[in-house]
Structure formats: structure tokens, C-alpha cells
């Protein structure tokens, strides 16, 4: 065999072994029931769910109180089957979180309440439409 075909093969040996482990780590969105479930039956981390924040009938949104520690703060967030769940987050508010569509947070059940790690946030002014005059 040629040096060539030895270092093909083994870079598509790498390949395929990355293609692998990352395919373990993906994850889908889930509700907040669903979350619960995966977290009693063991998984405790990297729950995405997907909803947005509660807001009363003008748009203000509800239910954000700041942590004991003055940087985490915890919200009140509704999934995309209307269930509200409280969620604590232990960093810093996100800039733009509350003109957010819709939030996506990442981490797991403890007890009663979801405990973010990671908040992902889909601004409306990013995917809007907006007319170009010619």
C-alpha cells in the first residue's frame, strides 16, 4: 500500500470517529414534561427546552427576580405547550432577554425548578423582514 492510501484511511477513520462522538452529544428541544421525565430517568444535563418568557397582556414580562448574590436571577418561562416552569440562572441577565421571541435554555431539573447552564435567545429585529425602498 502506498503512504498516501495509509494516510487517506486514517483520516477517514478520524472523521468517522468524530462524526460519532458528536452525534451522542446532539440533543433535541424538548417541553418541561418531557425535561422532568429525562431527569427522573437520569439524564441531568443538557436538556434544551424551548419557549418564552411570561408576559402579561401589554408584553411587560413577569415573574424575573434577581438572586441573593446580585448576579443570577431567575424567570418564569412557558414552553410551547403552555406549561410555566421557574428557571434560575446563575450568571448575568443576557443582553436583549427581555425583547426575546422565543428562549431556548440548556441544563437540567434539581428538585422542583430547572437550573439553567445555557440561554440561547432568538431576537425578533434579527429575523424580521424589513423592506429595502429602490
Not at 27 to 55: C, P, R, W
Not at 90 to 103: F, G, H, I, Q, Y
Request: a negative charge.
Amino acid at each position: 500500500m502506498k503512504k498516501s492510501h495509509i494516510f487517506i484511511i486514517i483520516i477517514i477513520a478520524v472523521a468517522i470517529g468524530i462524526i460519532v462522538s458528536t452525534a451522542g452529544d446532539a440533543s433535541t428541544y424538548v417541553n418541561f414534561d418531557q425535561a422532568f421525565e429525562m431527569a427522573q430517568a437520569g439524564k441531568q444535563n443538557h436538556i434544551h427546552v424551548v419557549g418564552q418568557l411570561k408576559k402579561d397582556r401589554e408584553g411587560h414580562v413577569l415573574g424575573i427576580e434577581e438572586g441573593p448574590d446580585k448576579v443570577s436571577f431567575s424567570f418564569v418561562m412557558v414552553d410551547d405547550n403552555g406549561k410555566e416552569q421557574k428557571v434560575e440562572y446563575n450568571e448575568p441577565m443576557p443582553a436583549d432577554m427581555l425583547r426575546s421571541e422565543k428562549v431556548v435554555v440548556v441544563g437540567s431539573y434539581e428538585g422542583d425548578h430547572f437550573k439553567a447552564s445555557k440561554i440561547i435567545l432568538k431576537c425578533p429585529s434579527k429575523y424580521q423582514e424589513q423592506n429595502v425602498n429602490v
